[in-house]
């Protein structure tokens, strides 16, 4: 079966553009997470989904950063003027519920120039 | 705060030897645990999990690990190291109460010689 699917896999984009990062999450799944994973922070969590809504956004680094998730399914992260301290590897993740194991995507590697 | 500590950096095992990998944690209660695993430009892998009951978890590819609630650890073993199983591994921790945001420790960079 599909795994969660990232896009696109890289993303180069210039200082102060915003960027939109998607992810495809396993059919099913009810609960999308976001994470971000940097050189100098590591694994971070960003923002979980539970369906549509998402009770959890202390992650999110500033209000820069924004998600949402349509029908349960996709959800898109948004990056609005990015700065260079976004680059990293974005990963997404589902599970079938909250309190069960996460599967993760490949990641987008986002790189601000 | 909770905190997951994976104090070695690198670790580098001969192909066929035995393998540890060591994660501490912080937190009050039992919590939930994780081993992540990474190729490079891939996503994490999940090898096992413990959320509770037998302290000794059996994960894929030949991978267990053991909750040892006194000492705080949640170490990864593996009997017979593969060339393939050269990678980068995480440890994770999930509060009961939020168990959604998983704490990753820094990782540990295993290489294996031929």
């Known amino acids: 079966g599909a795994g969660v699917s990232q896009s696109p896999s890289n993303k180069v984009t210039e200082k102060g553009k915003d960027v939109e990062l998607r992810c495809d999450p396993i059919?099913?799944?009810?609960?999308l997470y976001w994470y971000r994973q940097s050189l100098g922070q590591g694994l971070e969590f960003l923002i979980y989904?539970?369906?549509?809504?998402?009770?959890?956004k202390s992650g999110l680094p500033s209000d820069r950063f924004s998600a949402e998730r349509t029908g349960g399914s996709v959800s898109t992260l948004t990056i609005q003027r990015t700065q260079q301290e976004d680059s990293a590897v974005y990963l997404c993740?589902?599970?079938?519920?909250?309190?069960?194991?996460?599967?993760f995507g490949d990641g987008t590697r986002l790189s601000i120039l | 705060a909770q905190s997951v500590t994976q104090p070695d950096i690198h670790i580098t095992v001969s192909e066929g030897a035995s393998l540890e990998l060591r994660c501490n944690y912080s937190y009050g209660a039992t919590p939930y645990l994780f081993w992540y695993v990474q190729s490079p430009g891939q996503g994490l892998q999940l090898l096992l999990k413990?959320?509770?009951?037998?302290?000794l978890v059996q994960g894929i590819k030949g991978f267990e690990a053991e909750f040892k609630r006194s000492q705080s650890s949640f170490n990864l073993r593996k009997p017979s190291v593969h060339w393939s199983d050269a990678a980068e591994y995480f440890c994770a921790v999930g509060r009961m109460d939020s168990s959604y945001k998983l704490i990753f420790g820094s990782g540990t960079r295993l290489l294996v010689r031929p």
């Open positions: 059919s099913g799944h009810t609960a």
């Open positions: 993740a589902s599970s079938v519920d909250i309190n069960q194991p996460q599967h």
């Open positions: 989904f539970q369906g549509n809504s998402a009770p959890d």
């Open positions: 413990y959320f509770s009951g037998d302290t």
